[in-house]
């Protein structure tokens, strides 16, 4: 089987319907063809100011929310990043073999320094993308599933694993990205030409899962869309009504066609009220196994324990084939 490997910020607590859409659901499907790791990204969660009891908390709440998305122990290895060190060891590997240059031109950098303040963002927010080569590199993961915004890490990914490669000897798998073009991007529903993003410029274009269900309906029914009144697929002239059929289709599973031709002559009121309603119906669910896993912290810890476990066995190996390559005297 081919390998997949993912992994998703702790951060913001909830995940936002971009997250899910963009990314996993990926990993669920993946988990039937793939040989599949995914993991909580802790390491990547304190390259921003952050609170240790909150980060603590967010990590179970991120494995929670990803078991009651879909992703089956029995199918795939859950861990969280900092229970197998062997990230930061070759995170370290990679980052004396990236060109200063070349990180300074991860336009994620550029973006999220930017809002911050050059001087107040750290060297872990500068080097986040290189940690995350050795997180993919580690497993040789064949397919890497993600949303649009992360298709330059993963080329870089695989211009490190080259560098590395034809530099020491072949170690690492070239791994590819596994985007899936309809739901590569959600936007903010708000700023139909923006990412919705856990940093949005104003709460209500953030669709977050864990929030009451209520609260995301009215983001829905008060979307920003045109002013014109024909319901049709157009990213260019009608960003909000084309993110809206976006995510309609992918929570229905009707194609975006038949959306078009089922709500020709009907407003954009019919079109939000609806999407409201499926949005409603499929997060409830959503909500309460989350709150089910999250109920009995022992289930939880211990499919993280075996993950982990799972993890350390693959990082290790790779890891030490690596430190050999380069010349790193072993312990005896
Ligand atoms: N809007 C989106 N559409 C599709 N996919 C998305 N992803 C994020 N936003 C969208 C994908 O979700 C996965 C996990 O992302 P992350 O843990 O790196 O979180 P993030 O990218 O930091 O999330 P945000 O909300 O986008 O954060 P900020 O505001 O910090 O930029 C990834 O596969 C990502 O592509």
Known sequence: ??????????????????????????????????????????????????????????????????????LDPDRCTLFVQSHVPEHAQLGWVMNCLTGFGEASRMTQFKDKSAKQGADRSTVGLF????????????????????????RQHIELTRDLAERFNSRFGGTFTIPAPHIVREVAKIYDLQDPTAKMSK?????????NLLDEPSVSAKKFRSAVTDTDTVIRFDETD??????????HSALTGTTVAALEESYAGKGYGA????LAEIFVAWVTPFRERTQEYLGDPETLDSVLAKGAEKARAVAAETLATAYDRIGLLPAK
Request: no cysteine; proline share 7%; hydrophobic share 45%.
């Open 127 to 150: 080097t986040y993308p290189i940690l995350q080569v050795a997180d993919i590199l580690l497993y040789q993961a064949d397919a890497v599933p993600v949303g649009e915004d992360q």
């Open 238 to 247: 009608k960003p909000g009504v084309s993110n809206l059929l976006t995510i």
């Open 271 to 274: 079109l939000k009220t609806d």
């Open 1 to 70: 089987r081919p390998r997949a490997l993912s992994g998703i910020q702790p951060t913001a607590g909830s995940f936002h319907l971009g997250n899910y859409l963009g990314a996993i659901r990926q990993y669920v499907a993946l988990q039937e063809t793939h040989d599949a790791f995914y993991m909580v990204v802790d390491l990547h969660a304190i390259t921003v100011p952050q609170d240790p009891a909150t980060l603590r908390a967010n990590t179970r709440l991120a494995a929670a929310q990803l078991l009651a998305a879909g």
């Open 199 to 207: 940093s949005a410029a104003t709460p209500k274009g953030l669709v």
